[in-house]
């Protein structure tokens, strides 16, 4: 895979046309916005001091963040596709050629769901960016997912909750597995400490087995659970181990991972959608180009952190 530095070479070499001209157009799209909200938020200020108006601030509100939401999608719309096209396509394809990247799609829903990562129901799911391929030999496809599941408050008014929101990354295993074992993070733990939190985890009947593994730190970061415990311990060797921490440390973000069947599936939890173009800042920054290069290199790059190409199981 290309370096940091070598796609950021590309990013304003190959691209800096494209990028001179989206520049403009985010310059722009910020004004409107900057408009919009500015105009939002004159309308509110005068309810807030008009008597007549002041009653009803509360729908006001409500109403100015449903019109704000709906105002910035459509002003950066036109924009945010360019982007895709013109910027994030061919960094994918600058990383591999093979790579298959399409803006609109996602990871399919049945795919999520049966990583048994998140024991609650999804009521609404959706995503975009998706890519797909083979890297180092291993099929493997990523997308941004917003996973939602759907309450009632005392009204009866429905209310959205976020069950995942971040990268979802999806790569062929090197074994079919007979069970199922999933690492989640230890909230558990580093909420109630070590006894506490054990006692915790070994009574949560929505999971299959704890399983306990003899790495103290991973221990401490990480809880799994498993239908078969001797399959766990045949997966998550000491290797393995040791490379989910470092790609939790490195990414800095709550870590899920399923091994089920013949596929790993790896969950990373963002709180915004990853490739996804700027309105405030300038896309011309080195900062800015960065990011959208190692976040690209970050998802594409897991098959070669964690080895999955490795023939480390046996075929059987």
Do not use: C
Request: aromatic letters at 12%; a positive charge; zero cysteines.
């Amino acid at each position: 895979m290309k370096s940091t530095s070598e796609l950021t070479d590309y990013y304003y070499t190959h691209l800096y046309d494209a990028l001179e001209a989206l520049e403009r157009d985010r310059l722009k799209v910020r004004n409107r916005v900057l408009l919009l909200l500015g105009g939002i938020a004159a309308v509110l200020a005068v309810a807030a001091i008009v008597p007549l108006l002041r009653e009803y601030i509360v729908w006001l509100v409500f109403g100015a963040f449903i019109l704000g939401g709906f105002g910035y999608n459509r002003l950066i719309r036109n924009y945010r596709s360019d982007f895709k096209e013109k910027i994030i396509r061919p960094l994918v394809a600058a990383i591999d050629p093979g790579l298959l990247y399409a803006p609109a799609n996602a990871v399919p829903r049945t795919l999520f769901e049966s990583s048994h990562l998140f024991d609650t129901r999804i009521d609404r799911y959706r995503g975009n960016d998706y890519v797909e391929g083979t890297l180092e030999g291993i099929p493997v496809r990523f997308s941004d997912i917003h996973a939602e599941h759907r309450s009632q408050d005392q009204k009866g008014n429905n209310q959205w909750n976020t069950v995942f929101r971040g990268l979802f990354i999806v790569a062929d295993f090197n074994k079919h597995l007979k069970g199922r074992t999933v690492v989640l993070p230890d909230l558990a733990e580093n909420l109630l400490g070590s006894y506490l939190g054990n006692l915790f985890q070994s009574k949560n009947f929505s999971r299959d087995s704890l399983v306990r593994m003899d790495d103290p730190e991973f221990e401490k970061a990480f809880v799994v659970y498993g239908t078969d415990q001797i399959e766990a311990r045949y997966i998550l060797t000491h290797s393995m181990m040791k490379r989910l921490l470092e790609l939790k440390k490195r990414t800095g973000k709550d870590l899920y991972v399923s091994f089920n069947g013949e596929k790993i599936m790896i969950a990373i939890a963002y709180d915004k959608d990853l490739f996804e173009p700027t309105v405030f800042h300038s896309l011309l920054s080195v900062k800015q180009a960065t990011e959208y290069i190692n976040t690209l290199r970050s998802a594409i790059g897991i098959v070669g952190e964690l080895k999955l190409n490795e023939k480390l199981w046996s075929k059987t």
